[in-house]
């Protein structure tokens, strides 16, 4: 109960935030790309879709999540309207 | 032919030595012959954990050397009728041995003994190799923590590399800390790592009464973690492990909702 109302003020159990932070530290272990590395391969990526489709770089988001002991590397990005 | 089991976790000061040796004393007393080796080259600890730091003649680096047979190297644990220790040497570094050489060394004990349980050094370089060179298989030990299980992580890759099945301890697990939300508990721990579990040490101040006199745990019998590490030992044996004793008020606890189901 008091964890019920704990939470309810702060939102997340220290117990909630040590296992967000696992998912995502374990993400970047297993895939060994440091942060550096992660951002280059962001770019070239970006430059990549930007041949073919209207993109604004710049907004293109890249992320490793990890689920038990796969890892999947997620890139999103918004296709701007075509000019006609 | 026996088995060799490392228990390793990459971080240090999460356990893995009060685990070999409690793990070794409680195969020994389920009448298994056991051998602890010390592959903590220089930093040798396992000796005082065990109480047997007095009766160190020679180590294991001079039984890979052949300045001693590898049985005279033995201390025997008068306590038991089946358990003994091989002690790392503590002025030699890591370097002092190959992978080779354990791998010979752990094959050989395999010859005479039904557990050879090795004391994997903190770390995941050579010391860790040649912990892991002659294992069949592995334990892993992981405190329910942040930097812990990273670390953990690292070495269940590298063990999965070197083609060593790992199993998981947790250890030191408060159950109060879990309910309120303060400490992850051993399903988030098996959900992050996805290995097989062992079981589950709860964190006990009898661990560090009976340490502080060399004396393993479950010599001593009676205290939570001790029977955890029984269990733990049956289980690694192959015997049938009881369901955990639930008292009534427990019970009537868990049918009213008002205490944490276990985790």
Redesign the interface.
Known sequence: MWTGIKNLFSGKSSRDVAKGRLHLVLAHDRSGLEGGRLQEMRAEIAAVIAKYVPIDAEAVEIQIETRSRSTQLTVSSSIQPRNV | MGRAIVITSGKGGVGKTTTTANLGTALAQLGHSVVLVDADIGLRNLDVVMGLENRIVYHVVDAIRGKCSIQKALIKDRRMDNLWLLPASQTDDKDAVTPDDMRSLIFELKATHDFVLIDCPAGIEQGFKNAIAGADEAVVVATP??SS??DA??VV?LLAAADVPARLIVNRISANL????????QS?VI??L?LEMLGAIPLDDQVIATTNKGVPAVLEGKSVAAKEFIRIAKRLAGHEVEPEAVGFFTRLGRALGLSATPA
């Not at chain 2, 879990?178 to 508990?185: E, H, I, Q």
């Open positions: 923590e942040v299980i990273r992580d690292r890759g879990v309910r309120r939300g303060d400490m992850l508990s988030d959900e992050i996805a």
